[in-house]
């Protein structure tokens, strides 16, 4: 099995929990690097990796394949133009980039070098996303006409310390939480005709939008995407309806809290959910009315970092790509200007 050697941008919040123990675990991949630019975290967990103090040492090594950008939104795109210029396949976090021509010319760039360019949109792996599309592909609710999905969470304070609470950094909730929502939204469903979208900030002395509500607009199915850090009793996190039944999904998927906790992906059971979380389904099929609780998929994070190895050993896209990344920064562009304007703003 051929190895791609990896430098990672940063070791903060989604480096530790999400693309070190994925890549550590995964056979294809050996991370060579780590970017740290005071601190040694890294250490504990992969004594066998580099922690090096400038991105430089990352870009300019010849034996590194891909580069992970998982540094503030701001930095994404100056630090993958500079990764694609060095001729390395790209990982970005998301948010891809803040704004569509700064997307657009990433884009460019990588078709230049040929290389792969790919966003981190791990939430499509979640169980309770893959059983959304399940029940949508095999028509268990008839005709959908009515798709909602919710990412709340409640923290009434102001982190102070986090770069995501402050103006300066270009971003807010509608970048991160709602790049997940819109791309999920958009995998289902493909572009919308237009949005309308509410953005605000509720919480005492915020510095940036901690709740929105989005309606995609599309002729057959309405789509409403909403997310507020003021939620300290969840609803349901999907509401599915159709013309034959309605499905109503709980709580979220596992697989975080593992990796917070220090599990591995590669252990047992991994990403299955509890019972007491698994969606309810209440529908006709086949002319049988079924109403009960039906098992939720197990989420499989792993699959992003197992596609984007065979998509680079095999020289094909990813399965999630650059231009797709692209079009949820289109969806959140259209989503400020509908807000600042109370207009739907139609593509």
Known sequence: MKTINVGLASYGMSGEIFHAPLLHVHKGFNIVKILERTKNKSRDRYPDTNIVRSY????????????????????????????????KHVVVEKPFTLNVQEADEL???????GKLLSVFQNRRWDGDFLTVQKIISEGLLGRLVEYEA???????????????????????????????????????????ESVFSDIRMLRTGTEVDDSFTLLLLYPEVKVTLKASYLVREPGPRYYLYGTHGSFLKWGIDPQED??????????????????????ILNTEINELHYNGMIETLPGNYMAYYDDIYVAIINNRKPAVTAEQGRDVIRVIEAAKESS????????
């Open 150 to 192: 919710h990412f709340d969470r409640f923290r009434n304070y102001i982190r102070h310390e986090s770069w995501k609470e402050h103006a300066a950094s270009n971003t807010g909730t509608i970048y991160n939480l709602g790049s997940h929502l819109i791309d999920q939204a958009l995998v289902l469903f493909g572009l919308p």
């Open 340 to 347: 600042k304007t109370g207009k739907a703003i139609k593509f």
């Open 107 to 113: 884009i460019a760039a990588s078709a230049k070098t």
């Open 258 to 279: 593992e990796l917070k906790s220090g599990k591995w992906s590669s252990e047992p059971d991994w990403g299955k959910e509890n019972e007491e979380n698994w969606g």
């Open 56 to 87: 430089g040492e990352i870009t300019d090594d010849k034996d590194i394949d891909l580069i992970v950008i998982n540094t503030p939104d701001k930095e994404h795109y100056q630090m993958a133009l500079q990764a694609i210029e060095a001729g």
